[in-house]
């Protein structure tokens, strides 16, 4: 029989009694065997290794994950690695850069070693008159260690080095 939409109503409601056209459909007993393969535990192809076979005497575990290693550097804001220096070394302004008034800042990235020395600089950014006289001093240069849960860690940093002539 035809179904009949009233559009606009938003009534429903629902039966009271079964209507004389439904209808019934015997059971027929346990539904038919499929013919697809059967699956004792987990995905076809796969390890086996699922929680139900865990409990069932399979003895082979998957390998854990390997345990991710701590990192051998950490970066560090230089305003928080300047509070470490023990030692610092003023940078000698060239006389060639003096002569004619170059000033500026230098920055220079760099990485401390766990020692608090420093392993390796680069320039970023500054006056080329004055670079070199930047890194010469830098070198010198002696921070506290930085520990990383008990163990000490190389750390990236950014260093400033400000060259003013006095007036």
Not at 35 to 56: R, W
Not at 129 to 137: F, H, V
């Amino acid at each position: 029989t035809p179904v009949t939409v009233v559009l606009g109503t938003n009534k429903f409601s629902v039966p009271t009694a079964i209507p004389p056209h439904a209808r019934v459909i015997p059971d027929t007993g346990p539904a038919p065997q499929s013919t697809a393969p059967q699956i004792k535990d987990g995905i076809p192809g796969g390890t086996g290794n699922s929680p139900g076979s865990l409990f069932s005497g399979d003895s082979t575990l998957p390998s854990p994950p390997p345990v991710a290693k701590p990192p051998s550097r950490m970066v560090v804001p230089s305003n928080l690695q300047s509070a470490r220096l023990i030692k610092f070394v003023r940078p000698v302004y060239p006389s060639i850069a003096r002569s004619v008034r170059v000033q500026g800042t230098v920055k220079l990235a760099a990485i401390i070693g766990t020692d608090g020395s420093i392993k390796a600089l680069h320039p970023v950014s500054g006056p080329a008159l004055l670079i070199r006289a930047a890194i010469d001093a830098v070198a010198q240069w002696r921070y506290r260690p930085t520990y990383l849960n008990g163990k000490p860690m190389e750390v990236q940093t950014t260093i400033s080095v400000i060259f003013t002539l006095e007036q």
